[in-house]
């Protein structure tokens, strides 16, 4: 299902934005699924992990939109992600002409 530019966000660094590229809604149940669609998970939309357990083998907690959720391994795994594109050399960042 997944191709092979993205990676699962349990995969994700923490504090590295990427952006959703697909997800796997047949792996979920029906109210996992309404969950996600309630909190804002849909593919384009930016996600960050912000904290996983320590042993690994809790949920993890990401942050969407301004809203941080926690998800299950199970259902973070159904979510593929892509890093988002970092501005090349030479561009400037949305808002640097601003600060000069």
Known sequence: MFDS?????????RHRPATVAAIAWER??????????EFGFDEGVDVEVLHRSFLGGGPIACR????TVALRRRVAAAIQV???????????APGDSDRR
């Open 5 to 13: 530019a993205g990676f699962s966000l349990i995969s994700l660094p």
């Open 28 to 37: 979920l149940a029906q109210p996992e699924a309404r969950r996600l669609r």
């Open 64 to 67: 969407i939109g301004r809203m």
């Open 82 to 92: 892509a890093p988002v594109a970092q501005a090349t050399a030479g561009e400037s």
